[in-house]
């Protein structure tokens, strides 16, 4: 009755399953796993940045180049600011008391002793930078030198949140917080890296660091968690296939073999061939016998 399984159609089908299935089981492990590490690194994250708002701040230089580990430490630096480059970061999002309010960033460039210039994001107004009444609201940045600390942040790129990397900005305005974004705009070197100052002056509020790039639970994390679902669909859809194939087709093998139904008419049986048109002409136009 099974004999089927050893037709050529079968042995592709059977061949399919075999490899088909630990595929898909493999790629919904896998998947998982990431899930899963993006998890650890998340809590692992969460658990520096409590450190490092604790941890004593470091000299900037001692924690570069910014990586998953220095993202979020307290970082310290000695120069002066650049009141002349002071840009505004529009579209930016601070969340408050009274809910999630747009407005923007205040950036000033500070030179350091050893040359380069640190970005320095020194608060949060809300509004738009590009209204006059808004942007009269940014305090002067102090003047001579001065020490700033504040929380270490890897530069910004076009999937960072809140970035606008279309240009088209007016003059003083700036999308992208990166020394890419600022080689065109500043006549000296800037550190690949900025930090969010801790103590603001009013009416600046603070802003609070960001998780450092691929640590997060983000739509990235929960479509690796999708995607194991999916996969694992796929194994036991094969498995499904597989047996609604083998059932459909061991009932009809039974049945022949019961004379329920004709032979020639269970599957994987060639139907019998009907004769053609000149034979049917040959066998009409034959002589009938007289008796």
């Known amino acids: ?64 180049p910014v990586d998953t580990v220095t993202s979020g430490r307290q970082a310290g630096a000695r120069g002066h600011y650049d009141t002349d480059h002071q840009l505004l970061v529009p579209g930016r999002t601070l969340e408050d008391k009274q809910g999630k309010r747009q407005g923007f960033y205040v950036l000033t460039l500070l030179r350091t002793d050893h040359g380069k210039a640190l970005p320095v994001v020194r608060g949060w107004l809300p509004g738009d930078p590009g209204n006059k009444a808004d942007a009269a609201k940014v305090p002067a940045p102090p003047k001579g030198e001065v020490s700033v600390t504040g929380a270490l942040q890897a530069s910004e790129n076009q999937s960072s949140t809140g970035v606008h990397a279309d240009g088209g900005l007016p003059p003083g305005q700036l999308g992208m917080i990166s020394a890419a974004s600022l080689v065109n705009i500043v006549p000296y070197d800037v550190y690949d890296a900025w930090i969010t100052l801790t103590d603001t002056q009013a009416p600046l509020r603070a802003v609070p660091p960001a998780a450092a790039q691929g640590t997060g639970l983000d739509l990235k994390a929960f479509q690796n968690l999708g995607y194991t679902g999916e996969w694992f669909v796929f194994a036991g859809f094969v498995v499904f296939m597989w047996f609604r194939l083998f059932r459909r087709e061991a009932e009809a093998a039974r049945d022949a073999a019961l004379g329920i139904v004709p032979a020639d008419e269970a599957p994987g049986t060639p139907a019998a061939a009907e004769p053609d048109a000149d034979a049917r002409a040959a066998d009409e136009s034959a002589p009938v016998p007289r008796v």
């Open 1 to 64: 009755m099974y004999r089927f399984l050893l037709t050529p159609r079968w042995w592709g089908i059977n061949v399919f399953a075999v490899l088909a299935i630990p595929f898909c089981i493999f790629m919904g492990s896998w998947q998982l796993s990431r899930f899963e590490a993006r998890v650890d690194t998340h809590q692992q994250q969460e658990v520096r940045a409590a450190d490092a708002k604790a941890a004593a701040a470091r000299p900037l230089d001692s924690l570069l």
